[in-house]
């Protein structure tokens, strides 16, 4: 178990905070819109693929299914009314958020990162339109959901420039 926590789950949930701290530090968004960003990315990568393999319904099909899977992502990246700035109050809240699913979620992000390992082999089907399809499905998986579930649980960056100082001077105005 060492073994696991030691060289696989905390160089990842590493990378995912160096990940969120480039995001903040090149765009200024939160850290929460890396993940439906990484997820539209793949999706569109998905749709340039599917045209270039498949045609005719199934290529309707794999469109129309793409579209559904980006809806979330889409809804989560819009603007809203009560939506704020990433403040200090919002990177309190996202770190409380990711040390709970630190500590409680690792056994559910190993799994699902060796479920993700696993499953682009254990696709096969009957005719090639098919296995096509469910190997779309399964890249979908494989690079979406052991991304967000790290994501989610790695250590988001401070407020502002991401530096230490930065971080100091919204702790001493908010308190």
Known sequence: MEFLNRYIDLPLLRGGSAAMRMWHKQTGHSPQKLSPSWSLVVIL????????LLNGPVYVFAIGALIMLSVPSLRSLLPSRTERNYDM???????????????????????VLFTAIIFPFCVSAGDETAGLFLL????????????K????????PPPGSGSRQAWLKQAARSA
């Not at 990568?45 to 270039?52: P, T």
């Not at 579930?149 to 988001?156: G, H, I």
Request: no cysteine; proline share 4%.
């Open 89 to 111: 109050r919002s990177y309190q809240a996202l770190a409380a958020a990711a040390t709970r699913k630190r500590e409680a979620e690792w056994a559910i992000r190993l799994t």
């Open 45 to 52: 990568v998905l749709m340039s693929a599917s045209g270039l």
């Open 149 to 156: 579930m790290y994501l989610d649980a790695a250590e988001p």
């Open 136 to 147: 779309g499905a399964s890249l979908w998986f494989v690079l979406t959901a052991p991304v």
